[in-house]
């Protein structure tokens, strides 16, 4: 089973400012992997798929980078509407399908 | 449009059953891979299980045997049916679609809203 491990598990950063987001596989997992958001009380959302692309209807100031066992999500300048909660999971070959534990972005 | 509406949660004693229903609307269940993910009260997200077209089914070590995945066609529903349940099973349980690429399962794009399952005596 591969293990999805995130990074920091919380992040506060200021409105306006980078945040960057890790996500480390216990093995390789290509680029088999995305991100999610959630805030309290919502289901998931998909935000990166394939490591790197946006979803439909998502920001462009979210970005996804990484292949092979680093990942990295990066939102270049936060919103109001960005602190939330973040995972990443990956889907290579053959369940399970894990997701990481989470960073919770809060505000500074 | 699309979406999911996930059905059938409430409070079971240990070691009961329950099955949950997830209807789908806009996109047939019966050519796609469908999930299940619970989520226990200020924790993070666990997937369960998953049906594939083909129907092949899979599932997370903590519900192997006991949970089982299936889906009415007709009826455009996944089910997910779990039995010997305990206070760890206590989750939000949410379906949820992961698309299809390249003729291969990708990311979860369409998740519903989610179901409450509280197992206590």
């Known amino acids: 089973e591969i293990v999805m491990t995130q990074s920091p598990a919380t992040l506060s950063v200021s409105p306006g400012e980078r945040a960057t987001l890790s996500c480390r596989a216990s093995?390789?997992?290509?680029?088999?992997l995305a991100w999610y958001q959630q805030k309290p009380g919502q289901a998931p959302r998909l935000l990166i798929y394939?490591?790197?692309t946006r979803a439909t209807g998502m920001p462009a100031r979210f970005s996804g980078s990484g292949s092979g066992t680093e990942f990295t999500l990066t939102i270049s300048s936060l919103q109001s509407e960005d602190f939330a909660v973040y995972y990443c999971?990956?889907?290579?070959?053959?369940?399970?399908?894990?997701f990481g534990q989470g960073t919770k972005l809060e505000i500074k | 449009e699309v979406q999911l509406v996930e059905s059938g949660g409430g409070l079971v004693q240990p070691g009961g059953s329950l099955r949950l229903s997830c209807a789908a609307s806009?996109?047939?269940?019966?050519?796609?891979?469908m999930n299940w993910v619970r989520q226990a009260p200020g924790k993070g997200l666990e997937w369960v299980s998953v049906?594939?077209?083909?129907?092949?089914?899979y599932y997370a070590d903590s519900v192997k045997g006991r949970f089982t995945v299936s889906r009415d066609d007709s009826e455009n529903t996944l089910y997910l049916q779990m039995k010997s349940l305990r206070s760890d099973d206590t989750a939000v349980y949410y379906c949820?679609?992961?698309?299809?690429?390249?003729?291969?399962?990708?990311?979860?794009?369409?998740w519903g809203q989610g179901t409450m399952v509280t197992v206590s005596s």
């Open positions: 093995q390789s997992v290509s680029m088999n």
């Open positions: 949820a679609r992961a698309f299809e690429a390249a003729r291969r399962l990708n990311a979860f794009d369409i």
């Open positions: 394939d490591a790197s």
């Open positions: 049906i594939y077209p083909g129907a092949y089914t």
């Open positions: 999971q990956h889907y290579n070959n053959w369940p399970p399908f894990s």
């Open positions: 806009g996109f047939a269940v019966s050519i796609s891979y």
